[in-house]
């Protein structure tokens, strides 16, 4: 057994693997790598081989620290193998020793994972044997609700809340066109031009369109993400956009403006039932707030997810391995208050 790197022609090898396991998400898939490198970040891709056989993977982000002439990895859902798997351990051994030492080359701050696992006891082992470190202020959410997709409509449509079913059809009764593309300049226009009214009204940061339509164009003629949007009297009133890997279905974003058709439950009720006919097994709805309690800015968020009647899934988190542990520290102090250091310091530059 031995870790190699990913050549640019073996994209589709690789993602035949990692989309095909428990533990895969779209981060983790060879496309998303190359989309982020519009964001500044670049990528490392290493698989771990047994007679031919790919067993293990990871997809990994490194950029300049903001603050330190360090770097930092980051691998987004990863490693991706199967933890439950006898050889588990020295497959992940093997691309931890191999992500390691080019971190260390790169001069790296920390090596940060957030695997997609739900059972803490599959990957605690991890945790003590590699000395990895909990954060605090993870990346990606920990928890949200996912939909068994295997359950017939009806069996679908009981395990929602009354009130979910009622809005539904009160949208049907309203008329709400629901129309879907995969490829359409004009749908992605529609769809951003109603993210940005909702996230300028809830005051939510969002990609700029460059950065969505650069998504758009990679991910979108490989069918990995679509656009649904709910319409009346051809004004548009919500939007989803799913991104779409192996057997997952994830709404990655998606917001309504001002209405009350509830035009969302219907068009999640079409998702669903799209996703289901297209052989997709699970609907994510990608990320609920946690301990969250009635009365809370995102209490709403949270309920309207929760009606769907999905099963709440809770992930072990994100995990760092240290490297300089003396930086580390001080960036563990500072790093919950970057976001909002980055936007002062721009406020004071554009008064320059």
């Excluded at 790169?106 to 991890?126: K, Q, T």
Aim: aromatic share 14%; charged share 25%; glycine share 6%.
């Amino acid at each position: 057994m031995f870790v190699r790197s990913v050549s640019e022609n073996e994209g589709q090898i690789y993602n035949d693997f990692v989309s095909s396991s428990c533990y895969s998400s779209i981060y983790q898939s060879f496309e998303w790598g190359t989309i982020r490198k519009y964001d500044d970040w670049d990528v490392i891709k290493l698989i771990a081989v047994d007679a031919d056989r790919i067993v293990g993977a990871l997809s990994c982000l490194y950029k300049k620290s903001p603050l330190f002439s360090k770097r930092i990895f980051y691998i987004p859902r990863g490693p991706v193998l199967d933890y439950k798997n006898e050889q588990a351990l020295l497959i992940f051994n093997l691309l931890f020793v191999k992500i390691h030492e080019i971190a260390r080359k790169e001069n790296a701050l920390y090596i940060r994972m957030s695997p997609d696992i739900s059972e803490a006891c599959v990957f605690n082992g991890y945790i003590e044997k590699y000395s990895l470190c909990h954060v605090q202020y993870p990346i990606l959410h920990t928890a949200t609700f996912r939909l068994d997709l295997s359950k017939t409509e009806e069996q679908l449509l009981e395990s929602m809340e009354g009130r979910v079913r009622y809005d539904i059809r009160k949208a049907e009764r309203e008329q709400i066109e629901i129309i879907s593309d995969d490829g359409s300049n004009e749908f992605l226009s529609a769809f951003y031009n109603l993210l940005k009214q909702v996230s300028e009204r809830n005051q939510f940061p969002i990609y700029s369109y460059e950065m969505m339509k650069n998504i758009w164009d990679i991910l979108s003629p490989k069918q990995m993400c679509r656009i649904f949007l709910a319409r009346h009297q051809g004004k548009v009133l919500s939007g989803a956009f799913l991104f779409l890997f192996g057997t997952k279905c994830v709404y990655q974003w998606g917001g309504s403006g001002r209405t009350k058709t509830n035009p969302n439950q219907l068009m999640h009720w079409n998702i669903i039932r799209w996703a289901k006919s297209n052989g997709f097994l699970s609907y994510d709805f990608q990320g609920v707030p946690e301990n969250v309690k009635e009365g809370d800015d995102l209490w709403g968020i949270y309920l309207f997810k929760r009606g769907f009647g999905g099963q709440r899934i809770q992930l072990i988190g994100e995990y760092d391995s240290v490297l300089s542990p003396v930086l580390y520290r001080f960036w563990q102090m500072i790093e919950p208050k970057y976001p909002l250091l980055k936007k002062m310091i721009a406020k004071m530059m554009r008064k320059r």
